[in-house]
């Protein structure tokens, strides 16, 4: 197949390492990319934001699909404008791509869609967030109803913090104070035609920034995958991964679909697993990041032939997608000053060692050739993935590659599925 991804970070790069893995003669295009994407993909230079451009590029190039990474294309219509062309398209339009662009909107589809989630009061004044903030007590959960590419979340025990992050964020749109949940956390992803629903390996993600889950929100510093703690309280991943299938995915999509926005494409569901029974913290309309860079290397089926299927409508003719037993484990190399203010244009080294080592693979995130070498050009640089037999295989072989990378004031979380392999 001739396919287009677009996006420029580890998501996108992941994606493109499936789609290469199935030895299939792809010829794969990539806009904008990154350095490590050119070394897999043709980079391409059309603006991801602009369904003209992308629909124009797919339509010359005889595109047999195009697969919409990041949530900003989404959101600009993308997906509408190239189905609109009979040009295959793996990501949901506009209007369904609200369940990620607007937390008020995916609050009222969970609502009517009876998914279990946690109360919200959405709040556009000052005043507002702070009764809000009242009504529910601390820790204070404070998220813009936007996009915010994945910071736009605080817990804080700190009042004043909260009202700081919420006044942060009221010029550009509302607030949702939502009541605190706790328990641990688990991702999951779900292929959709908009009518039918397939679920892939869950995973779990770590989204502070520094070891023990301390530090702010970032778009995610590590994640693993599968999940065998799922077994004692679920009876198995297969068990857990089939209640959120029928109680939580297929709710939704139906939903949409019932309302003229049927979703096709990437259903992201972050879930948490509380005292009273699963609920959902968010939607995300896309495959997440980091989730997806150790979900995708654990895929049997061709990667290709489902997401063609979803954008198709042919999902009922696809086998629910099997994994492989193998263990992975992704940590994230960080630009100085990452999430608040990273520092680029800084040189990186010791990446062939670092592929070098038995099952690693490392997926670019934000790099760039600098004369001959590549520099680090935003703030999540490098994932560094980790395959084995078991956690504590896979673990090691990921740290024992991150160890051979250079970067100057380069930060990473060491205990990445540190508690997994102690259980």
């Given at each position: 197949?001739?396919?287009?991804?677009?996006?420029?970070?580890?998501?996108?790069?992941?994606?493109?390492?499936?789609?290469?893995?199935?030895?299939?003669?792809?010829?794969?295009?990539?806009?904008?990319?990154?350095?490590?994407?050119?070394?897999?993909?043709?980079?391409?230079?059309?603006?991801?934001?602009?369904?003209?451009?992308?629909?124009?590029?797919?339509?010359?190039?005889?595109?047999?699909?195009?697969?919409?990474?990041?949530?900003?294309?989404?959101?600009?219509?993308?997906?509408?404008?190239?189905?609109?062309?009979?040009?295959?398209?793996?990501?949901?339009?506009?209007?369904?791509?609200?369940?990620?662009?607007?937390?008020?909107?995916?609050?009222?589809?969970?609502?009517?869609?009876?998914?279990?989630?946690?109360r919200?009061?959405?709040?556009?004044?000052?005043?507002?967030?702070?009764?809000?903030?009242?009504?529910?007590?601390?820790?204070?959960?404070?998220?813009?109803d936007?996009?915010?590419?994945?910071?736009?979340?605080?817990?804080?025990?700190?009042?004043?913090?909260?009202?700081?992050?919420?006044?942060?964020?009221?010029?550009?749109?509302?607030?949702?104070?939502?009541?605190?949940l706790?328990?641990?956390?688990?991702?999951?992803?779900?292929?959709?035609?908009?009518?039918?629903?397939?679920?892939l390996?869950p995973?779990?993600?770590?989204?502070?920034?520094?070891?023990?889950?301390?530090?702010?929100?970032?778009?995610?510093?590590?994640?693993?995958?599968?999940?065998?703690?799922?077994?004692?309280?679920?009876?198995?991943?297969?068990?857990?991964?089939?209640?959120?299938?029928?109680?939580?995915?297929?709710?939704?999509?139906?939903?949409?679909?019932?309302?003229g926005?049927?979703?096709?494409?990437?259903?992201?569901?972050?879930?948490?697993?509380?005292?009273?029974?699963?609920?959902?913290?968010?939607?995300?309309?896309?495959?997440?990041?980091?989730?997806?860079?150790?979900?995708?290397?654990?895929?049997?089926?061709?990667?290709?032939?489902?997401?063609?299927?979803?954008?198709?409508?042919?999902?009922?003719?696809?086998?629910?997608?099997?994994?492989?037993?193998?263990?992975?484990?992704?940590?994230?190399?960080?630009?100085?000053?990452?999430?608040?203010?990273?520092?680029?244009?800084?040189?990186?080294?010791?990446l062939?060692?670092?592929?070098?080592?038995?099952?690693?693979?490392?997926?670019?995130?934000?790099?760039?050739?600098?004369?001959?070498?590549?520099?680090?050009?935003?703030?999540?640089?490098?994932?560094?993935?980790?395959?084995?037999?078991?956690?504590?295989?896979?673990?090691?072989?990921?740290?024992?590659?991150?160890?051979?990378?250079g970067?100057?004031?380069?930060?990473?979380?060491?205990?990445?599925?540190?508690?997994?392999?102690?259980?």
């Open positions: 197949m001739r396919i287009l991804v677009l996006g420029s970070g580890a998501r996108e790069h992941a994606i493109i390492l499936a789609l290469r893995s199935e030895g299939a003669a792809h010829e794969v295009f990539a806009a904008p990319g990154n350095a490590g994407i050119a070394q897999d993909a043709t980079i391409v230079p059309v603006d991801q934001n602009d369904p003209a451009a992308v629909t124009d590029f797919a339509n010359e190039n005889a595109v047999d699909l195009v697969v919409i990474g990041p949530e900003a294309p989404l959101v600009a219509g993308v997906a509408d404008t190239l189905r609109g062309r009979g040009i295959p398209v793996f990501g949901p339009g506009r209007a369904a791509a609200q369940l990620e662009g607007s937390k008020t909107f995916a609050k009222r589809i969970m609502d009517a869609a009876g998914v279990p989630t946690g919200a009061l959405r709040a556009t004044t000052p005043a507002e967030v702070a009764a809000a903030l009242d009504e529910f007590g601390s820790p204070y959960v404070v998220k813009a936007g996009l915010a590419a994945g910071k736009g979340v605080l817990v804080t025990d700190d009042r004043v913090a909260a009202l700081a992050h919420a006044d942060a964020y009221l010029g550009s749109g509302a607030i949702l104070v939502e009541e605190f706790s328990g641990p956390e688990v991702s999951m992803f779900f292929l959709s035609d908009g009518d039918r629903v397939l679920p390996s995973a779990q993600d770590f989204k502070r920034l520094g070891d023990g889950d301390s530090g702010p929100n970032t778009g995610g510093m590590g994640a693993y995958s599968p999940l065998p703690w799922l077994a004692e309280p679920f009876g198995g991943e297969r068990a857990f991964v089939d209640q959120i299938t029928r109680d939580v995915a297929e709710p939704v999509i139906r939903q949409l679909d019932a309302e926005t049927p979703f096709i494409g990437l259903l992201y569901a972050g879930l948490i697993l509380t005292a009273q029974g699963v609920k959902v913290i968010e939607f995300n309309a896309r495959f997440g990041d980091p989730e997806t860079q150790v979900v995708l290397p654990r895929l049997l089926d061709p990667l290709s032939q489902l997401l063609l299927a979803a954008a198709t409508g042919t999902l009922e003719d696809q086998a629910r997608p099997a994994f492989a037993d193998a263990v992975a484990v992704t940590v994230v190399l960080a630009s100085e000053g990452y999430p608040a203010a990273p520092v680029t244009g800084r040189a990186l080294s010791g062939d060692a670092a592929a070098s080592v038995e099952g690693v693979h490392l997926v670019h995130a934000a790099t760039a050739v600098a004369g001959e070498g590549l520099i680090a050009s935003g703030g999540r640089v490098l994932n560094v993935v980790g395959l084995g037999t078991t956690f504590a295989e896979a673990r090691a072989r990921a740290y024992r590659a991150l160890a051979e990378i970067l100057e004031g380069g930060q990473y979380r060491t205990d990445i599925a540190a508690r997994v392999v102690e259980a």
